[in-house]
């Protein structure tokens, strides 16, 4: 996996937040759903399509596709607000991250917090990492 082409690491772009941030992700009427918790505010793939189009149809989870693709930009493009870090690293996140999430009844749904996606960049981009704080 590739640096990020500026000189940001992630450890400079990772929000400050007062609270653990977590993205929890279940179906409704047969629609992926993915929310970032606390707030429910939903995550929508508007804001990653306009940088790449793996599926206008939405984000999906679970397996190494286009709509797993779009779910890891969007994830990394909310957690840290950075274009060039959640493009160079996006792949990698789908592929380490993404396609092992998984809930298959409506009743089911995955959640990921920040600690996992900061272990999971830890790992993936060999990258410090800024802590996070509980």
């Not at 060039?84 to 009743?107: P, R």
């Not at 917090?113 to 790992?123: F, K, N, P, V, Y």
Request: overall charge negative.
């Amino acid at each position: 996996m590739s640096k990020p082409s500026d000189t940001h690491s992630h450890e400079q772009t990772h929000p400050a937040n007062d609270c653990e941030i977590a993205y929890v992700g279940y179906r409704q009427s047969g629609r992926a759903i993915v929310e970032k918790r606390p707030g429910q505010e939903r995550l929508t793939p508007e804001r990653s399509l306009a940088l790449v189009n793996h599926s206008p149809s939405g984000f999906e989870w679970g397996y190494g596709g286009s709509g797993p693709a779009q779910l890891a930009l969007a994830l990394l493009l909310d957690y840290t607000d950075d274009e060039a870090f959640a493009l160079d690293h996006y792949q990698a996140f789908k592929t380490e991250v993404v396609s092992q999430l998984g809930c298959a009844g409506s009743d089911e749904y995955w959640r990921l917090t920040s600690s996992e996606i900061d272990a999971a960049l830890r790992e993936t981009t060999g990258e410090p990492v800024a802590p996070t704080i509980n």
